[in-house]
């Protein structure tokens, strides 16, 4: 029995997701980190206009400020995890768990991130997410109408990117094939060839910034595997921008590398769903299911 970290990515940002942080000493100090970063203290956008919440630029440091929240304050009460895995800008929040970035490194290169690829493709393009077409037939389909595989979640699930006409056509097809589509609520193709411009930059970025051997594995998003070097860090980091992310077998992984309870750190709850809809012998659950953090730590120490 083992404990496995989940880190997400955008698209579940809310008004509510600093309230279960409240009154964390640990937690604030790291939003307050982040606010240097985006230039307004999260609690404030949070405030704001929703949209505001899911600007690229704002949203993957936000993203990142909540997760790492989160993990300051609940790491000190938790058993250790054997394995932590992000998902799309969830795996930078990951290694700053880990301990391969510090805090004050992550929430900058968060931001960068999403401004390279902001500027990595000035067509509209974007994301959309596609269930019950077998993972084989989707790769075909979207050959045929000029779009890619993102992210791959299950054996018929998948995240699809490509330019706004294209993947227009591709959904119209997927649908009449009898595929469910749902618009991401993200302005670019993310780990798709359509990011390969921000390749340069980024790496750069990667490269010039410190980073240590992580204290506890981290998967890497474009294939599941281990990551247990800082050079190896910076390498998949990089590569998963613009190639798909292999979320089926980050699962699949945590599962061989004994992870019987999984704890997704918020915001939202979609990889704790997801993953007791493909491994049904897993528990798992979401920081954002709870009302306090002692109720997470109550769960968490009754399954192990």
Not at 56 to 62: D, F, K, M, S, Y
Not at 135 to 160: F, K, Q, T, Y
Request: aromatic content about 4%; overall charge negative; proline content about 8%.
């Amino acid at each position: 029995m083992g404990l496995g970290i989940l880190c997400p990515g955008q698209g579940a940002q809310s008004a509510a997701m600093l309230d279960i942080l409240a009154g964390g000493d640990r937690a604030e100090a790291t939003l307050d980190l982040a606010a240097a970063t985006l230039g307004v203290h999260p609690r404030e956008l949070v405030g704001g206009p929703p949209e505001r919440l899911f600007e690229n630029a704002i949203a993957q440091p936000l993203v990142c400020a909540v997760t790492l929240a989160a993990w300051a304050e609940l790491a000190p009460r938790l058993p250790a995890p054997l394995v932590l895995a992000g998902y799309s800008v969830g795996e930078l929040a990951a290694h700053a768990c880990a301990g391969t970035l510090e805090p004050e490194a992550l929430f900058p290169l968060a931001r960068r991130r999403a401004e390279g690829m902001d500027g990595a493709c000035e067509r509209p393009n974007g994301l959309v997410a596609v269930r019950g077409i077998p993972v084989a037939d989707l790769e075909s389909l979207c050959a045929r109408h000029g779009v890619w595989m993102a992210i791959i979640n299950g054996p018929d699930r998948a995240v699809v990117g490509g330019l706004a006409d294209p993947l227009a056509a591709f959904g119209h097809r997927a649908q009449a094939l009898g595929g469910s589509l749902t618009p991401l609520a993200v302005s670019v193709a993310s780990h798709t060839p359509l990011m390969t411009p921000a390749l340069g930059a980024f790496g750069a970025i990667l490269a010039g910034t410190p980073m240590a051997r992580p204290l506890v594995p981290v998967l890497a998003g474009i294939d599941g595997s281990a990551v247990l070097s800082a050079e190896r860090a910076r390498e998949v980091l990089l590569r998963q921008l613009d190639r798909p992310i292999r979320w089926w077998d980050c699962l699949r992984a945590l599962q061989e590398r004994g992870c019987t309870v999984l704890l997704e750190l918020g915001p939202g709850s979609t990889l704790s769903r997801m993953a007791t809809e493909l491994f049904p012998g897993l528990e798992a659950r979401s920081v954002a299911d709870f009302k306090t953090l002692d109720g997470v730590l109550r769960w968490v120490e009754g399954r192990l």
